[in-house]
């Protein structure tokens, strides 16, 4: 249950109205280290006159993502979304700043009612191509940087889902959803208003997946399509390059325009796909295929050995294909690691090896000539430089999280950071900067944080499981005063491969929990990443144990280092897998806290497995499948000790999840009205996996509030 560059799901959006001149925005600040706790006579936030942050807040954030600098090193284009309450949604334009002004001013492309999304340049700087639906579906227009109206450059009767321009800029990429045997554009249209004038609605299936995500499966797949642009920049008829694979491109329900790549000169195009055969449901195979832009012949395995994930094919300078690669099958948490392909040879080789760290992003410099990498380190989301030769690393982000990266000019990398105490902005990264602070460019919420008291935050670390070092995070809360102390709200992360960091959230957000007046503790328990991969590993086939331990040290120990924690006045929080840690805490530490909160959490590991729809996660968790290895999925089943719970439960979750289907928090819920233990339920019918619409985002964090003050006596400030 890891998901991998998902904010881009939280955009959707608006925009056109060419270069308005929007806001200057700082260019000189450095990015400051996250704040140190203050001492115990620092004066407050509140003396200082400012307000707590807010659930309310945090929905009204402006939010910066996809940076993309121009070939020519003088741009950065990037979105901006911005949350139009009224309509309950989120509304993206795109906007523009000049990398090599003194004093840059940010300049609003777009402005319209409608979703404006994905910039991607011209090779020769002097345009841009996006993605909108403001022709009442989704497709590609082109901003002319030297004024003018946005153009219309495809005209399709399907959304257009991902683009990326040819490096000659004479091609487009794009992805659409087709059915696999038609030969044409207009056999899916017809099929499709077939079925809408069809008065049955029963629908078939004779394999997984039948539904993904937060879909139902209708028969369609993602294929990669290429067009030629001609003289007036139309593009002409979409050419089904991937078709003869049998798999989505990209991948669903989270693939992009990084799954795939053109070559250097433009007439090859690499993407990353897995079989869509009876096996897809139980299978991380994805290979690596390479096929002529015309395609002229059909796409060519490139990665057929490895029975293991590949993905993000990016070319280096010389010609040579850079990968993501893991080596597990059915392991989704596998490290990531970097190979390279030889462009005349053909052999294969691993950069790096020796590092003990796992790629999210691998992209390259502007001139192609070393790669460029995030990973989770330590607690953070760090940027790395790395030579494709040797495999030296250069690091060239400090504390904080690296959101999304465009290389720029030299060795320069243009970043959306971010921290525990700072939503995104867009920085440049300075190469072999000791200091490792970048510049920043944005500073887009200004006006709203400066009036607000974002909390000081500390990481800490302690000897959880076997002795063995782990990390975790504390963070004050609003109107601390020395001397007092104050209740603890206790999250857990999901995953449970991932790492509760120094991140900025619009979900779990800490400064939320902090602005209500509660402490908040967190801890990266055994599972994850940033700290190995042997730590990782360490949690396949031990849900309930490592983690569980950790957890009851490290809340342990944050109580004795920080003495305002009150450690008889806590609640414990999480969702996914944190929402299983919460039926597993109630019945294997029923004493500890004072109330809890599921969301979509796992109940019983048995129905979990029959229902949820990516089965090789819970597979390689258990050891297998459910009715080869029963007593694995059945150890840690919070479901065999419901006798034991006692401890005031709120569950929430959405009748949209798939995942962790929306029955497991209606078990829960019934578990604990059965026994009379106090407990509420609260189900979203227009949400999946995640709460993402602004007013449902208001009531959820409004409904935990009540819960977590009536349990711990606090009240808003």
Known sequence: MRFRSLLSLLDTCLCQRPFTVAALLAATLLLAAPAPLPAADSATSAAAGKAPFTAEDLVQLRRIGDPQVSPDGRWVAFTLRETDMEANRGRTDLWLLELSATSPLARRLTQNPAADSTPRWAPDSRSLFFLSTRSGSSQVWRMPLDGGEALQVTDYPLDVGTLKI????????VSLD??????????????????????????????????????????????LFTARLDADGKAGVPVNVSGKVPGNVPSRPFGGDEEYEFSPDGARLVFSARLADRSEAWSTNFDLYEVPVDGSAAPRNLTEDNQAWDTQPTFLANGDLAWLAMSRPG??????????????????????????????????????????????????VALFS???????????????????????????????????????????????????????????????????????????????????????????????????????????HGGPQVSFQNQWSYRWNPQVFAGRGYAVVFVDFHGSPGYGQAFTDSISQDWGGKPLVDLQKGLD??????????????????????????????????????????????????????????????????????????????KFNPAAHVTRWKTPTLITHGLRDFRVPY????????????????????????????????????????AVFRWLDRYLGQRSP
């Open 557 to 634: 120990a944050a109580i004795a280092q920080y003495d305002w924690l009150d450690g008889e006045r806590a609640c414990s929080l999480g969702a996914s897998y944190g929402g299983f840690m919460q039926n597993w805490i109630a019945g294997n530490w029923p004493d500890r806290f004072k109330c809890l909160v599921n969301h979509a959490g796992i109940f019983d590991t048995r129905t979990m497995y029959y229902t949820t729809e990516e089965l090789w996660f819970t597979e390689w968790e258990n050891g297998g499948p459910y009715y080869q290895t029963p007593q694995l999925h059945e």
């Open 166 to 173: 040819s490096p000659r800029g004479d091609r487009l990429a």
């Open 386 to 492: 790395i030579d494709p030769a040797n495999g030296r690393r250069i690091r060239l982000t400090g504390e904080g999280q690296v959101m999304s990266y465009s290389a720029a000019a030299g060795d320069a990398v243009v970043i959306a950071w971010a921290s525990l105490g700072s939503p995104p902005d867009l920085y440049v990264a300075i190469p072999n900067s000791r200091s490792m602070k970048p510049r920043r460019l944005t500073s887009i919420n200004a006006s709203l944080l400066e009036q607000r008291a974002l909390a000081p935050y500390e990481q800490y670390s302690f000897r959880g499981w076997n002795d063995e070092t782990v990390h975790g995070y504390v963070m004050k809360p609003y109107d601390w005063q020395p001397g007092r102390r104050y209740p603890i709200a206790f999250i857990v």
């Open 331 to 380: 392991f989704e948490a596998d490290r990531f690691q970097i190979r390279i392909r030889d462009a005349r040879s053909g052999a294969t080789r691993a950069v790096a090896a020796d590092w003990d760290r796992s790629v999210s992003r691998l992209g390259t410099t502007a001139d192609r000539r070393k790669l460029l990498a995030t990973a989770d380190d330590v607690g953070q």
């Open 178 to 223: 087709v059915f696999p045997d038609c030969a044409d554009l207009k056999c899916t249209t017809d099929r499709l208003a077939a079925r809408k004038q069809d008065k049955s609605t029963g629908q078939s299936y004779d394999q997984l997946f039948v539904r993904h995500w937060d879909n139902w499966a209708d028969g369609r797949r993602s294929a």
């Open 663 to 702: 029955t497991q928090g209606l078990a829960t819920f019934t578990a604990l009205q059965r026994q009379g233990v106090d407990s509420q339920l609260l189900v979203f019918p227009d949400e999946n996996h995640w709460v993402l619409k602004p007013a449902n985002s208001l009531q959820w964090h409004d």
